[in-house]
């Protein structure tokens, strides 16, 4: 009777585990949890080890690919409203990769991660921002400094011309002033002119006389 209580047990849970077996993969569940499980204190195991203005090295270690050894990355500009993946298959004994064609100042996120799962986890993401490019920033610098000349030397053009313009506009009054004081004769002028005149006409007359009697 014991043998036979025991038989229909073990049946009952051999039942079960049958039943449950079809919806619960271990691989699809194992990688929706990890996928879903937010990083807490775990280190990512992707890293962006040299940065420039247009390229980057990422590296990742065997945890970041899958049982084949191959590697799935995705990496997009965060600052693009369509958020346009990039994808790239890394092939097996590959752990770093480089990206090219990249925007200076841009902040990109790069994930490496196994291609079995849908969504990257993650650990297996991260963000970097490239450097601003040195052509860039000389031709900017170049050109700050050719608009910043101009523009002192209009200045010291515009004040150059306003201290002739005052000048020229202070000579044209004093010529002026001078010119109507020498046209203008008053009436004491002219009196006392007359005598002057009037003196000289006898004098002339008196030495016509004197010539005339000799």
């Known amino acids: 009777m014991q043998l036979v209580c025991g038989t229909i047990n ?17 691989t699809t569940d194992s ?19 040299k940065v420039s203005s247009r390229a980057a090295r990422i590296e990742w270690g065997e945890g970041s690919t899958g049982d084949d050894g191959f590697s799935r990355m995705l990496y997009h500009d965060l600052a693009d409203e369509w958020r346009l993946q990039k994808h ?26 196994d291609p079995k799962f849908v969504h990257p986890p993650r650990v297996d993401c991260v963000t970097f921002k490239t450097k601003d490019d040195s052509e860039a920033f000389e031709f900017r610098v170049k050109a700050w400094g050719i608009v910043g ?12 011309y306003r201290v002739v313009t005052r000048y020229r506009k202070r000579r044209r009054r004093n010529r002026g002033n001078n010119a109507n004081g020498a046209n203008l004769i008053t009436v004491s002028d002219q009196l006392a002119r007359e ?17 005339s009697r000799e």
């Open 149 to 160: 000349g101009i523009g002192l030397f209009l200045l010291l053009a515009g004040a150059v």
């Open 10 to 26: 073990l049946l009952l849970v051999l039942g079960k585990t049958t039943y449950s077996l079809p919806n619960s993969s271990p």
């Open 195 to 211: 005598p002057e005149e009037s003196t000289s006409d006898g004098r002339e007359r008196s030495t016509v006389e004197i010539l």
């Open 88 to 113: 790239v298959m890394i092939k097996p004994e590959t752990r770093s990769y480089v990206l090219v064609n990249l925007k200076p100042r841009t902040k990109y996120e790069v994930c490496v991660f």
């Open 31 to 49: 990688a929706i949890r990890f996928a879903e499980d937010p990083i807490g204190n775990r280190t990512r195991r992707v890293s962006v080890e």
